[in-house]
């Protein structure tokens, strides 16, 4: 007796070890239970991409969903995530107006993104400044894929700096559960003075904002936490560097054989301070900085396999945020979830001969890995979610007027790429047509690190 499968995904299959043209997946349930290529199994139903690039869902390591409404943040992000092929967000601990930093928090996000979220969830949880360590095995337990601590206090509750004893504390804690720790990082002392000083002399227009954190300020804490990890045995990420001599320091470290990782924004990749800050402002401010000059070396440190992967670092701030006299009174960060993948598809595509293979490797694999979802996320393979992101190719005027995040602004407006996602599909189901969400909210899952 023949199998009938629910539905096939026809088109060039992104596979771990390969591109298949002509390839198919198919889908029973929420589950992918065959590939293969040439003509089509039977099944109730067939979607053809014709040559149309199809990936595994790709998931974006580094979302604040809820770090602006708080956890209905939720609802307008994750649909903005499907309109941008990401079937799974990493979603950052930092929420307003309280941090995730206990199992009880826990449980409110959980409810909230399961009652709320297009689509699937994956969390890092915190710890506050002197609350001590024993909560964190209770998170590990319960799921969390990662913590995430800061040098530099953006807010005292929501994101505040952790000082270096629990620092330390944290780091010894988080090897038996196993999990990352991840840091932004930036020296506060550094960037204060760098900032009254700039305050003082009257400069606080955009061209500011990367002379206020300087170089010194990052690689210091960098190094600093690269350090502990060494002294720990801790497996130390650093969520975001904005400059190659970063990755450089993460790759000495992990020569020593320390646990070291380091995470790319995509806008460090496509942006650069010099050419942009006068033609968008604040609208590109992020911290750290996008820095001057170092493109084409970010470029190479990609190159050199010295990334441990590629986020949006998205940040819902709407656009009034930024729109303020002072540079340093604007909000940092950009939305990017559905600019992530249309705008590293594009430069790769510039730069780099096996763009789709890089791509994949980045923005699903590498994730999937780091994260504890691997097994369920992360490739097109039997066994795994049926996720799925559909690229085609072509030429796409980028109107962020459109965007489904609620904020429709971005740096990226009005910018050409060269491919747009043609469809998404969530454990098996329709979610985006290229067009339209087709998800419902409460659809999306909260997805736990696998023990």
Not at 103 to 129: F, M, N, Q
Not at 148 to 171: G, M, N
Not at 347 to 367: F, G, H, I, T
């Amino acid at each position: 007796m023949t199998m009938e499968f629910d539905r096939i995904v026809r088109g060039t299959l992104v596979l771990p070890d390969r591109l298949l043209p002509h390839g198919w997946v198919a889908i029973s349930g929420e589950r992918i239970v065959a590939i293969g290529n040439g003509p089509s199994p039977s099944a109730q139903s067939v979607e053809d991409f014709g040559a149309a690039l199809v990936f595994p869902g790709f998931i974006d390591g580094q979302t604040h969903a809820t770090s602006y409404k708080g956890l209905p943040g939720f609802e307008a992000t994750s649909q903005s995530a499907l309109a941008g092929g990401i079937t799974t967000m990493v979603d950052m601990p930092f929420d307003n107006p309280d941090p995730l930093n206990t199992v009880e928090r826990l449980a409110l996000k959980v409810e909230a993104l399961e009652s709320l979220s297009y689509c699937d969830v994956a969390l890092y949880a915190t710890i506050a400044p002197g609350q001590g360590t024993a909560e964190m095995a209770k998170l590990a337990a319960a799921g969390v894929c990662a913590f995430k601590i800061s040098s530099i206090e953006s807010h005292p509750v929501r994101f505040p700096r952790l000082p270096a004893d629990d620092t330390l504390a944290i780091l010894k804690a988080s090897v038996e559960t196993g999990l990352p720790v991840g840091l932004h990082n930036e020296d506060q002392e550094i960037v204060r003075a760098a900032i009254a000083a700039l305050k003082a002399a009257g400069r606080t227009s955009p061209e500011w904002h990367e002379p206020s954190r300087p170089l010194a300020a990052e690689m210091a804490a960098t190094a600093n936490f690269l350090e502990l990890g060494k002294a720990t045995g801790a497996h130390v990420h650093i969520v975001h560097i904005s400059h190659p001599r970063g990755y450089d320091l993460v790759a000495r470290y992990r020569e020593e054989g320390v646990r070291a990782t380091g995470e790319m924004c995509v806008h460090y990749l496509h942006f650069d301070a010099a050419r942009d800050v006068g033609r968008l402002g604040a609208r590109m401010k992020v911290s750290p900085p996008i820095r001057s000059g170092v493109l084409d070396a970010l470029w190479q440190t990609l190159a050199d396999g010295k990334i441990a992967l590629v986020s949006s670092d998205h940040s819902s701030w709407p656009v009034d945020n930024k729109l303020v006299p002072s540079i340093f009174d604007a909000g940092a960060g950009i939305p990017g979830l559905e600019t992530l993948v249309p705008s590293f598809f594009t430069d790769l595509s510039a730069r780099v001969a096996e763009s789709a293979r890089v791509l994949y490797e980045q923005v699903c694999e590498k994730p999937a890995k780091l994260f504890g979802l691997w097994g369920q996320k992360g490739a097109l393979a039997p066994g795994f979610d049926a996720d799925i992101a559909v690229l085609e190719a072509g030429s796409f005027p980028f109107d962020a007027s459109t965007t489904r995040d609620g904020l429709n602004w971005s740096p990226y407006d009005g910018e050409t790429f060269g491919a747009r996602i043609a469809a998404t599909f969530l454990r098996g189901r329709k979610v985006w047509d290229g067009h339209d969400v087709l998800g419902s909210a409460g659809f999306g899952r909260y997805v736990k690190r696998a023990a």
